[in-house]
């Protein structure tokens, strides 16, 4: 029988497990007490065997060999029953524990991640008990995530897949005309259907550990110059300005790394970043270094971001409020697993009406692994 409903609280915490530890503790207890009362009971009646057979040996007599007897058995009825009340002591404090872990630990194998059970003590068991709140906290936000997912992935999917279905469907009756750009409208909708599936890939590889660099040494000059070169045009048509800061004096900008991954980052940002700036205003391509690391940054003078959203912006599927709705919200959640995959770190620093900074940081040498 379950002690608690789903949505009420026990006394000894918020969101505790709700089965049947007590059966658990029930069973732990007989088991328990039986091997130790067996084991005090042979010690006890092998000592007044002793003492019988020492008595016999060394001469005594039948009446003060059947005292010695007697004294003897009735110890080693006496002390089961002190031995019984220790060992209840010693219960409480050892077997409570596990029987709620036990019990908790069904609960999530039936599915409930809100489990926990009481962290009391510091000694053995309460590491362990925060141990398994540790792991079940890590499996209830894991099943989130996925959960999360799921429903973004098939919001993504809705809008084009609806558009692609309602023109077809209208062709099909006469509605709608085969037009060119009726068709055009068709293949954008199936390119960012496949630009979609594409990023989820890439992130799903990455956050496996399954997605593998070719790493091979690298200038961050050459990077952001690339970079720049292929959004020229997005950048004059949307009237932003790309300006390349490279630092030649604070050290080798040379570094390791698998460049198409890398210029997917930084395309990443400078699309994001695209994506937040106004026309008149700029986007700043720095690159710079010291003895171990370098640094390439992407900044902007758009309108910032929250400090409310910033703790979120690597989620997947996150868009501000300024963003355009083509993107797919996956850039920035690619590019940190990117990043992380080269054994580097990307940070984030914004102001609202100020603009964002993204700064990558990644390891002149050549990292242990090359995946994730």
């Not at 700036?277 to 003078?301: E, K, N």
Request: hydrophobic share 45%.
């Amino acid at each position: 029988m379950r002690r608690f409903g789903r949505h009420q609280k026990p006394p000894w915490g918020p969101r505790r497990f709700r089965s049947d530890w007590h059966n658990k503790r029930r069973f732990l207890f007989f088991r328990f007490v039986w091997f130790f009362g067996m084991a005090v009971l042979l010690f006890l009646a092998g000592m007044a065997g002793l003492a019988f057979l020492l008595t016999r040996l060394f001469g005594g007599d039948g009446q003060a060999t059947a005292l010695v007897w007697m004294l003897g058995c009735g110890l080693a009825l006496a002390f089961p029953l002190l031995a019984g009340a220790i060992a209840i002591r010693s219960f409480r404090s050892m077997v409570n524990p596990l029987a709620r872990v036990m019990a908790a630990a069904d609960e999530v194998a039936e599915g409930d991640f809100s489990v926990r059970v009481p962290e009391r003590g510091s000694g053995e068991f309460g590491r362990l008990a925060r141990s398994f709140n540790r792991m079940v906290a890590e499996l209830e936000r894991a099943d989130q995530q996925r959960r999360n997912l799921t429903a973004d992935v098939a919001h993504e999917l809705r809008t084009p897949i609806h558009i692609i279905q309602g023109n077809l469907e209208g062709i099909a009756d006469g509605v709608y005309e085969p037009t060119d750009e009726q068709i055009e409208l068709l293949i954008d909708e199936t390119q960012q259907l496949s630009r979609l599936v594409e990023d989820l890939r890439t992130l799903s590889l990455a956050e496996a550990g399954q997605l593998r660099l070719e790493l091979e040494q690298l200038d961050a000059k050459d990077l952001l110059s690339d970079v720049a070169t292929s959004f020229s045009g997005q950048a004059e048509a949307a009237e932003v300005e790309i300006q390349l800061d490279i630092d030649q004096e604070s050290g080798s900008l040379n570094l390791i790394g698998d460049a198409g991954r890398l210029d997917q980052v930084i395309s990443n940002l400078v699309a994001n970043a695209l994506g937040h700036t106004q026309p008149g205003g700029l986007i700043q391509l720095r690159a710079w270094a010291d003895q171990d690391s370098a640094f390439i940054q992407v900044v902007d003078d758009g309108g910032g971001i929250p400090a409310e959203d910033l703790p979120y912006i690597f989620d997947r599927f996150w868009r501000g409020e300024g963003s355009r709705e083509s993107s797919s919200g996956l850039g920035l959640a690619i590019a940190r697993q990117l990043v992380h995959a080269h054994g580097g770190s990307i940070n984030v620093e914004s102001q609202v009406e100020q603009g964002t900074g993204f700064t990558i940081t990644l390891p002149k040498e050549r990292p242990e692994e090359n995946a994730l």
